[in-house]
């Protein structure tokens, strides 16, 4: 069924804006009658933040904004899905057009600026499915016109706690000017000192809820080691690297629509992604896991991802061009990868190429 709709759907999704396009795939997906997937492969498994994955790629945050579908795409095969980015008040976003595709390049570039339903909305949808089942984690972000943006992560912490598999803080978009701020060390520090108290209080009732924090693949390095440096002192359970970058490489094509501003995601920042993840793994020395995104359109750059660092990986971008059975693509991949290597996990991947990465010279 999910190949059917793959060739049926992506010629007309093709045709239409992306963001129309993007809101009818969503659309089309809840309506499918999707059965229950095949058991993944044991050595797909991971365990990672506390929670146990039934395979490692998940959906990255912005595909299912308001928590629509998370059923369908876990039955569509994932290994856990990505909602948000989550404000506590509803916000229409930026003014349209701000979605464009680089079919050149296979990449997009967005300036969505959290657009979402709020809060309320949101949390009514994840409790509804909470006795589901499947890995749901809640990307939580602060409101364009907030007077205390770490008070707007405090709150969604707080709310979302007893329906979230994991939360992600957001404070790398680029669409919300000054977001990036929040990853500075001084603004950062008492951000995550808040945040994980907000978490801890909620412990009583929610049980433990892993906090991971996102991060920009356009840190510079000294700015990374603070960024590592106090997620290891705050002891929070992950990274996810990274977010979209406003860098343009040399090497686009789509020159005219490279112009557009926002962040660019998909194959153009691959290579930027894959080496700030090593950075980052060999700066957390192993203290806590990381989620690997931004460019994955194969199971080469999946597998790439990992032997980066990433003990998971996220996509979204991948699927505009190479349609939804990708996941299963990259499933198959990684388990030949793994009897080509004689190994029963892809624990012996994680990082293996991370020091030799951290010393080329870096992606243009």
Do not use: C
């Not at 044991?42 to 365990?47: G, I, M, P, S, T």
């Not at 000192?193 to 840190?219: N, T, W």
Request: avoid cysteine.
């Amino acid at each position: 069924m999910i190949g059917l709709f793959d060739r049926l759907s992506r010629p007309l999704l093709r045709a239409l804006d992306p963001e129309d396009a993007h809101n009818l795939a969503l659309k089309s997906l809840r309506f499918l009658p999707i059965a229950k997937p095949a058991t993944d492969p044991l050595e797909l498994a991971v365990r990672a933040f506390g929670l146990n994955f039934p395979n490692p790629v998940g959906i990255a945050a912005g595909f299912d904004k308001n928590a629509v579908a998370p059923d369908v795409l876990l039955r569509i095969g994932f290994g856990f899905v990505e909602v948000g980015t989550i404000t506590p008040r509803p916000q229409s976003g930026n003014p349209r057009p701000r979605v464009f595709r680089l079919p050149a390049d296979g990449g997009v570039i967005n300036r969505l600026g959290f657009n979402n339903d709020g809060a309320p909305v949101v949390l009514a949808r994840l409790a509804a499915r909470s006795g589901n089942g499947g890995i749901v984690g809640v990307n939580i972000g602060a409101n364009k016109d907030s007077t205390d943006r770490t008070e707007d992560y405090v709150r969604l912490i707080e709310t979302f706690a007893p329906v979230a598999s994991y939360f992600t803080l957001n404070v790398s978009s680029p669409n919300t000017p000054g977001l990036r701020n929040l990853q500075q060390a001084e603004a950062l520090d008492d951000l995550l000192a808040r945040v994980l108290e907000a978490r801890d209080r909620a412990h009583r009732q929610a049980g433990p809820v892993p906090v991971l924090l996102k991060i920009a693949p356009d840190l510079t390095l000294s700015d990374l080691d603070d960024a590592v440096g106090l997620a290891r002192k705050h002891r929070v359970d992950g990274m996810i690297v990274g977010n979209t970058t406003i860098s343009r490489p040399g090497s686009l094509r789509e020159r005219e629509k490279a112009k557009e501003a926002g962040g660019l995601s998909g194959r153009p920042l691959f290579k930027l992604g894959t080496r700030m993840l090593a950075e980052t793994y060999v700066r957390a020395e192993g203290a806590f896991p990381l989620i690997g995104v931004g460019g994955i359109d194969s199971g080469a750059t999946a597998i790439a991802k990992i032997k980066a660092g990433a003990t998971l990986v996220q996509v979204y971008s991948g699927l505009v061009f190479r349609g939804i059975g990708l996941v299963s693509e990259i499933k198959r991949d990684l388990v030949a990868a793994m009897k080509r290597g004689n190994r029963n996990s892809l624990a012996a991947m994680i990082g293996v190429d991370a020091a030799e990465i951290t010393a080329e010279s870096w992606p243009g």
